[in-house]
């Protein structure tokens, strides 16, 4: 099926840095979607975005939807230790609601 | 407060034994979904339903069953066909409408967990 590659697949970093993530595919996507999951929960939504080069932010979050809309990323600013978690993107393809998932990415931030 | 529930939070099979999860929003959202997370794997979805009375098959239907009398509840069966059940499974809802009907928002979960 369909595949998102996300990377990195984990990062180890100190608070207060910065974090960049991405999510890259093959194919072209309407919609990508950046969710946050902790232990034992589920994902919770930090930015949906829905228009080629659409940059978002949301506080120390911001995303951007690539210009070729086969790809997006996620950077987070000065780092701090609850957004220690694993990070999802996710796409919709044609706008059918049923959205694909990279693998997340899992964030461990030292103090 | 509108939102997604799922219950139970952790839930034990025996073997060849039949499971319901249950999942239930009030946010008046006419589709929803179930997705399975096995450890340190995206989620992969099971089964979804655009419209009351009417779901379709996700990519690993196999073992599940589903139904959707009610805009509400959404209900996943875990049957004993499903070989290897444990996992975290997860429900989602989203609008179903315009532009924004793929913004999905998540349950917080139900561990499922076999004996």
């Known amino acids: 099926g369909q595949q998102l590659n996300q990377s990195p697949q984990s990062m180890f970093i100190q608070e207060g840095e910065d974090v960049s993530m991405n999510c890259t595919s093959s194919s072209i996507f309407n919609t990508w979607l950046w969710y946050k999951q902790e232990p034992g929960e589920g994902p919770v939504l930090l930015i949906a975005?829905?228009?080629?080069?659409e940059l978002t932010s949301n506080g120390r979050l911001t995303a951007q939807f690539g210009i070729t809309r086969k790809d997006s990323f996620l950077n987070i600013s000065a780092s701090i230790p609850s957004d220690v978690g694993i990070y999802f993107c996710?796409?919709?393809?044609?706008?059918?609601?049923?959205?694909?998932f990279g693998q997340g990415t899992t964030l461990q931030v030292k103090p | 407060d509108g939102g997604i529930t799922q219950s139970p939070k952790y839930l034990f099979r025996k073997e060849g034994q039949n499971v319901t999860l249950s999942c239930e929003q009030n946010l008046n959202h006419d589709a929803m979904y179930w997705y399975r997370q096995d450890p340190g794997q995206g989620l992969r979805l099971i089964y979804y339903s655009q419209i009351v009375n009417d779901f379709q098959k996700g990519d690993i239907a196999e073992g599940y069953s589903v139904s959707r009398e009610k805009k509400e509840s959404f209900p996943l069966t875990v049957t004993s066909a499903q070989k290897n059940p444990t996992a975290f499974y997860l429900c989602?809802?989203?609008?179903?409408?315009?532009?924004?009907?793929?913004?999905?928002?998540f349950g917080p979960g139900t561990r499922l967990l076999v004996l």
């Open positions: 989602a809802s989203s609008t179903g409408r315009g532009r924004i009907q793929e913004t999905q928002y």
């Open positions: 996710a796409g919709d393809l044609r706008n059918t609601g049923k959205l694909i």
């Open positions: 975005l829905y228009k080629a080069g």
